[in-house]
């Protein structure tokens, strides 16, 4: 039907209402339409509490019976902290169900076929571009041994990251910088270089956002243990989680660190660190800078969405390249890049981009 597509994407728009609430369950919306009029919304709205398919169908009430519900994926069909929405569903006595896209999730699975064979109506991949982008860590993170990695850059028109006097606060406005706040919180990490950590003294929490419900750990790529004890972060990280990734670290040191209570990760590369991070339960890491470490992720293929926030002002000669550090090519050769999303921030521009290979 020609309206599916506005109803799926209402329901898209509940579904983001769940950010940096659900994880590590995807965000989810639905939206229960009955004579061509919505009756009843929902979205899942915390882990472990009712999905989104129960949240609508309560809102719809009776008027759910012979109506077509719409969901952003497809409705589970097992018991985990909640009993099967498709159990839900058929209760309610819906006519037809539609969603953007199947459960990646062999344990949740199976939904559709379900419903298809208690008589009900079933379409899929409505929205589905759409559905899979809102939830891309989280599809990601089934089949992956790495988290998924959203690297950000504030730039100036002309593509620095900071002026020549190693300046970089503030290249982007206000708005930009609260909307990084939120990028923040739909992260299981937030990550700077070294480099980063010691000229910026960071805290890498998420303050001009709404609270995600588990705050997320901060991440310090910093291959010979030369984080100050006194930064902020290190100061702090009894009451949120730090991380260390280090190469080599002497005893003493490292000691130092977890004294602090800092958790120390050893790797030798950009790759194994992020595997150790995915065995901890790292699903998605916001990569904040600087030069160095975008260059090195850039280069080994390990971004997996570019968001670059650029402020209308130009620094000029001797500033910082926000792409110094990474390995040149020729433009025949040079891999281009896919716009998944273009806004404007207050006076900034902010650009999401996809890899080639994405």
């Known amino acids: 039907m020609s309206r599916d597509g506005a109803f799926m994407r209402r329901a898209l728009e509940l579904a983001r209402l769940g950010w940096g609430q ?48 719409f969901v952003t994926l497809e409705p589970c069909a097992h018991t985990g902290k909640t009993p099967p929405c ?124 709404p609270a995600p419900r588990v705050p997320p750990r901060r991440i310090v790529f910093d291959r010979h243990a030369r984080l100050s004890l006194t930064s902020a972060l290190a100061s702090t990280a009894r009451s949120t989680p730090t991380i260390v990734i280090v190469a080599s670290v002497s005893p003493s040191r490292a000691s130092e660190l977890e004294k602090a209570g800092i958790m120390v990760l050893r790797a030798v590369s950009l790759a194994e660190a992020l595997r150790e991070l995915r065995r901890i339960q790292v699903r998605s890491i916001f990569v904040e800078g600087g030069a160095r470490l975008a260059g090195a992720l850039l280069d080994t293929t390990l971004v997996d969405r570019l968001v670059i926030f650029q402020a209308p002002v130009i620094l000029g000669a001797g500033a910082i390249g926000a792409f110094a550090r990474t390995s040149g090519s020729s433009l025949a050769t040079a891999s281009r890049f896919r716009i998944v999303e273009q806004r404007t921030i207050g006076g900034d521009a902010m650009t999401v981009y996809a890899p080639p290979t994405a």
């Open 22 to 69: 659900t994880a590590p369950n995807p965000m989810v919306g639905a939206v229960v339409v009955r004579d061509g009029e919505i009756v009843g919304e929902g979205y899942h709205a915390r882990f472990g509490g009712d999905h989104a398919e129960v949240a609508a169908l309560s809102a719809a009430g009776e008027r759910a019976r012979g109506a077509t519900t």
């Open 86 to 209: 498709t159990d839900a569903l058929i209760a309610a006595g819906v006519a037809r169900v539609v969603c953007a896209t199947r459960d990646p999730n062999p344990e949740a699975a199976g939904g559709l076929a379900r419903l298809a064979e208690r008589g009900i109506t079933v379409l899929d991949g409505v929205e589905e571009e759409a559905a899979r982008e809102l939830n891309a860590p989280f599809f990601h993170a089934l089949h992956s041994e790495r988290p998924w990695i959203t690297l950000k850059l504030a730039l100036s028109l002309d593509g620095a990251i900071a002026d020549a006097h190693g300046n970089s606060r503030w290249i982007t406005g206000e708005a930009s910088r609260r909307e990084v706040h939120h990028l923040r919180a739909g992260h299981d990490a937030i990550a700077v270089g070294v480099g980063t950590a010691i000229a910026d003294d960071p805290s890498l929490t998420v303050r001009d956002a």
